[in-house]
């Protein structure tokens, strides 16, 4: 496996290098999606400081686990998040990247008021809960997240919020091989950070960060400026 995570920093530094960027500037999140303890518990031997979980129970029951074990990386929630688990997540998570809707930002932050203490920030000693609005920049029915021309709106209302701290946009690429395609869609990511870091509104300033790029688009992400990636089968292998 280290072999493997070793590999995939690598070509993450050689497209930065490629494109006149800093390697150091892009994060690599580990995608754990279905993955045992142990290998979680082994890829952060190999030097992982970030993992991103899909679905909330096997976030709940990572984060006991690494609790267990006394080790504390960075865990995100990077799929759906429905009402009703918003205070599993919350007892867990350290970000979430897949805030779409008014519904689910205004849930989240008054969820961080009741729970007060109970949360993994405040456990953590941080004031707010770094966040990513999703951005479904393909137009595909099947993704998750907001329009494009939404995307302003729901960054001032989570920059208006004191327990959300808003550090960038997410997306998941078009599925096709289409270089320019992968290219336009995150391109339209880049832009989109930029429009909410000049629209004034309160809280959007360090809206910076853009998570996107998987293991069969690293390159094109990073030629159109990503600072995280996205990677589990690349360091876990296929899945079964």
């Not at 867990?92 to 849930?107: F, H, K, Y």
């Not at 941080?126 to 329009?147: F, H």
């Not at 091989?177 to 336009?184: G, L, V």
Request: proline fraction near 2%; hydrophobic fraction near 40%.
């Amino acid at each position: 496996m280290c072999k493997a995570y070793h590999e995939v920093r690598e070509t993450i530094a050689r497209a930065a290098r490629q494109n006149g960027r800093d390697p150091g500037e892009i994060e690599l999140m580990l995608a754990i999606k279905t993955q045992q303890h142990d290998d979680v518990r082994a890829a952060l031997d190999c030097g992982a400081s970030l993992l991103g979980h899909n679905r909330v129970q096997e976030l709940v029951a990572t984060g006991e686990d690494l609790a267990a074990h006394g080790l504390t990386p960075e865990l995100h929630l990077i799929g759906p998040l429905q009402r009703n688990k918003v205070n599993h997540t919350l007892r867990w998570a350290t970000g979430i990247q897949t805030l779409d809707r008014v519904e689910i930002i205004e849930r989240i932050s008054d969820a961080l008021e009741r729970l007060a203490g109970e949360s993994q920030i405040a456990k953590r000693g941080r004031n707010a809960l770094d966040v990513m609005i999703q951005v479904n920049t393909t137009g595909e029915e099947s993704k998750s997240g907001c329009k494009p021309s939404e995307a302003v709106e729901l960054a001032a209302l989570v920059g208006s919020r004191e327990n959300l701290r808003l550090v960038g946009l997410m997306t998941i690429g078009p599925n096709t091989k289409d270089s320019a395609e992968i290219r336009a869609a995150y391109r339209r990511m880049r832009e989109l950070a930029a429009e909410i870091r000049e629209s004034g509104a309160d809280g959007t300033s360090q809206c910076m960060q853009l998570s996107m790029g998987m293991t069969n688009d690293i390159a094109e992400a990073i030629a159109e400026g990503a600072t995280m990636v996205r990677v589990g089968r690349a360091v876990f292998g296929e899945r079964f």
